[in-house]
């Protein structure tokens, strides 16, 4: 196995994390940082955004040009990062909460300019910052502060959003899936225009306790074992498909990435006042 140092892209004055043992956060961080490294990505091309949340507190922890904003905002900055300075390699780092409930507006319209953004959603299927409270991504059925008796919404299916919305990349992995995870975000970031990574993640401290689904390990062993690919979930009647984790790639498009557009409107307007 080839190992791929991240250390070069961490903050050691920010450690320790804020994140409860056994919290799969940073196993996506992880797979964010092998991606960069395997890239060669210079540190100073990267701009890496999030908003507010247990997630998105991981830019504080990377030693990159990082934005810590507000809540559920996290794409409404990284566009004008990413109109401004097109070269940026911009990543958004965001929770279901962030990017599905109070950000949903931003992520539906990002996706739909297919800005070149890299956005990663940890969903962990919970606010876990505030203390447990269903979210958009909370599975119905399942229990949250906020539903105490079950929660009776149905959830996002955030994968067939944004792809629907007009993003150019879209894929799912779990944390019990990192290699898989890591190679997506990869391919997000080589991916003009829109790129979006849902990685599905445990909150052993909110969902797994008040869903008595057991500690990290076992919400780990439960990712393995209700996941399903792409391929193999083709086959099967949807009725089946309740309950389990669709993972692969989705959709890989080449529809114009917004800030080429721009670029011409740009040039058409210097044209058009002679310059
Ligand atoms: C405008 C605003 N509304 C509400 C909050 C409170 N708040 C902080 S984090 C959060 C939810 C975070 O959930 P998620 O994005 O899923 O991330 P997680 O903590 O689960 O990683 C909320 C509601 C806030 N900080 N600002
Ligand atoms: S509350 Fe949940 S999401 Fe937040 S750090 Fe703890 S385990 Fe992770």
Same mark, same amino acid.
């Not at 196995?1 to 250390?7: G, L, Q, R």
């Not at 507006?105 to 959603?121: D, F, M, S």
């Not at 994968?159 to 992995?173: E, K, Q, S, W």
């Not at 008595?212 to 009647?237: Q, Y």
């Given at each position: 196995?080839?190992?791929?140092?991240?250390?070069?892209?961490?903050?050691?004055?920010?450690?320790?994390?804020?994140? *409860?043992?056994? *919290?799969?956060?940073?196993?996506?961080?992880? =797979?964010?940082?092998?991606?960069?490294?395997?890239?060669?990505?210079?540190?100073?091309?990267? *701009?890496?955004? /999030?908003?507010?949340?247990?997630?998105?507190?991981?830019?504080?922890?990377?030693? %990159?040009?990082?934005?810590?904003?507000?809540?559920? #905002?996290?794409?409404? %900055?990284?566009?004008?990062? &990413?109109?401004?300075?097109?070269?940026? !390699?911009?990543?958004?780092?965001?929770?279901?909460?962030?990017?599905?409930?109070?950000?949903?507006?931003?992520?539906?319209?990002?996706?739909? #300019?297919?800005?070149?953004?890299?956005?990663?959603?940890?969903?962990?299927?919970?606010?876990?910052?505030? /203390?447990?409270?269903?979210?958009?991504?909370?599975?119905?059925? !399942?229990?949250?502060?906020?539903?105490?008796?079950?929660?009776?919404? #149905?959830? %996002?299916?955030? *994968?067939?959003?944004?792809?629907?919305?007009?993003?150019?990349?879209?894929? $799912?992995?779990?944390?019990?899936?990192?290699?898989?995870?890591?190679?997506?975000?990869?391919?997000?970031?080589?991916?003009?225009?829109?790129?979006?990574?849902?990685?599905?993640?445990?909150?052993?401290?909110? %969902?797994? #306790? &008040?869903?008595?689904?057991?500690?990290?390990?076992?919400?780990?062993?439960?990712?393995?074992?209700?996941?399903?690919?792409?391929?193999?979930?083709? &086959?099967?009647?949807?009725?089946?498909?309740?309950?389990?984790?669709?993972?692969?790639?989705?959709? !890989?498009?080449? =529809?114009?990435?917004?800030?080429?557009?721009?670029?011409?409107?740009?040039? $058409? =307007?210097?044209?058009?006042?002679? &310059?």
């Amino acid at each position: 196995m080839v190992t791929v140092p991240v250390e070069e892209y961490l903050r050691p004055a920010m450690m320790p994390t804020i994140w *409860c043992p056994g *919290c799969g956060h940073g196993i996506i961080m992880n =797979a964010v940082l092998r991606a960069i490294a395997r890239l060669e990505i210079p540190k100073d091309d990267i *701009c890496v955004v /999030s908003g507010i949340g247990c997630a998105s507190r991981a830019p504080g922890y990377l030693d %990159f040009n990082t934005l810590h904003t507000t809540h559920g #905002r996290a794409l409404a %900055f990284a566009t004008g990062i &990413k109109v401004a300075n097109p070269k940026l !390699r911009v990543i958004v780092l965001t929770g279901d909460g962030d990017a599905a409930a109070i950000g949903g507006n931003h992520l539906i319209h990002a996706a739909r #300019r297919n800005l070149g953004i890299t956005t990663v959603c940890f969903n962990n299927s919970i606010y876990g910052m505030t /203390s447990g409270q269903y979210s958009p991504m909370t599975p119905s059925g !399942r229990l949250g502060t906020t539903a105490p008796y079950g929660n009776v919404e #149905r959830n %996002f299916d955030l *994968c067939d959003l944004v792809r629907a919305c007009g993003a150019n990349y879209v894929a $799912r992995a779990t944390t019990a899936h990192p290699r898989q995870l890591s190679t997506y975000v990869e391919h997000a970031l080589t991916t003009p225009g829109f790129a979006f990574v849902e990685a599905v993640t445990q909150c052993p401290t909110y %969902f797994g #306790r &008040k869903n008595r689904l057991g500690g990290p390990v076992e919400l780990i062993e439960w990712f393995k074992k209700n996941s399903i690919t792409v391929a193999a979930a083709a &086959k099967l009647d949807p009725a089946d498909l309740a309950g389990k984790i669709i993972i692969g790639e989705f959709h !890989r498009g080449d =529809a114009p990435d917004y800030s080429e557009l721009y670029a011409k409107v740009i040039q $058409r =307007a210097k044209e058009a006042a002679g &310059k």
